[in-house]
């Protein structure tokens, strides 16, 4: 079959459920991985025939697709940060919001490495822990961007640290994972400089807001709070990472939209200062940061 009649088969099914950029997206994404041809070299080959195995490789994808299966998974793969990671159903897939609170975080350790820079060599090894890994997106990416940092990285899934750590060699990258329940711990192993999270902040009363393709195929574990503790997560690691941040270290976190001034309020309260809150790029409060003085 000619992919061009493919293509018209592929947008009719898909039309009904998806925006026709998105549909746009995921054919040419399909086209990439299963063909290994760019959209520029199909459009100079308009009557390029798919054998039966790579059509087969397709009408796979599109049944997936019709289920509302993210392409992510059908594909394996996604990038964060400019990185290659591999995905599965043990990961949540990245969202550029988390991309956000990665460059903020490399900024502040820059700007602070160059106000330090008379005092010690710029590239003063740092400690980072991140915890609730998943695919490893946030502690690789800070890893490949600040070298001389020491990453450390925690999650409860085994199946997510697996995936993670496949990602850390892939991208040709030092990361100590550790597998651990952060709800049971009583201490954090070492002191850091820089300690972030991006836990599960979802409460079962926003579920109705969520897209079918996100509640029907990312892992719940990562996502999901009860309703009545919405904030559970960040405050074990708020009261964990008083002990184990330095003079000064950070503490970050990706939140909950809808609890900003809650967020706020529960750093204070367990002894937090300079807190700040960050809007994303669609002008919502979607990561904090807070430090400690002596």
């Known amino acids: 079959m000619k992919l061009k009649t493919y293509k018209t088969e592929f947008y009719a099914q898909l039309l009904p459920l998806f925006p026709e950029t998105e549909v746009e997206s995921f054919f ?3 086209t990439e991985a299963y063909l290994e041809k ?4 199909l459009a100079l080959d308009p009557n390029f025939e798919l054998n039966s195995t790579q059509l087969q490789q397709f009408e ?3 049944q997936r697709l019709l289920q509302q299966e993210p392409i992510q998974y059908i594909l394996g793969d996604t990038e964060f940060f400019g ?22 975080i490399i900024e502040d350790v820059k700007n602070k490495n160059q106000a330090n820079s008379h005092h010690k060599p710029l590239n003063s090894k740092i400690t980072v822990l991140d915890i609730g890994t998943g695919s490893g997106c946030i502690p690789i990416s800070l890893a490949k961007e600040l070298p001389q940092a020491k990453v450390n990285s925690i999650d409860v899934s085994e199946e997510a640290l697996q995936v993670a750590r496949k990602n850390s060699t892939l991208n040709n990258i030092e990361v100590n994972f550790i597998q651990q329940d952060i709800l049971q ?41 009860e309703n ?10 708020a009261q964990l990472a008083k002990n184990a941040l330095i003079e000064n270290g950070k503490l970050y976190f990706e939140i909950n939209e809808y609890l900003p001034e809650e967020m706020v309020s529960l750093l204070e309260e ?4 300079d807190i700040e809150l960050k809007k994303d790029i669609f002008g919502k409060f ?4 807070a430090s400690l003085r002596a």
């Open 185 to 225: 711990a009583e201490n954090l192993p070492e002191k850091y400089d820089v300690i972030v999270s991006n836990p599960p902040y979802v409460r079962e009363l926003e579920k109705e807001q969520m897209h079918q393709n996100v509640l029907d195929f990312e892992p719940k574990l990562a996502l999901f709070v």
């Open 28 to 30: 040419y994404l399909l």
């Open 38 to 41: 760019t959209r520029i070299q």
């Open 60 to 62: 796979k994808a599109l």
């Open 286 to 289: 979607r990561m904090c940061k």
């Open 83 to 104: 990185y290659p990671f591999q995905v599965n159903q043990h990961t949540l897939i990245p969202r550029p919001e988390t991309e956000e609170l990665v460059a903020w």
């Open 228 to 237: 009545d503790d919405p904030l559970i997560f960040y405050r074990k690691i």
């Open 270 to 273: 367990i002894g937090y200062q």
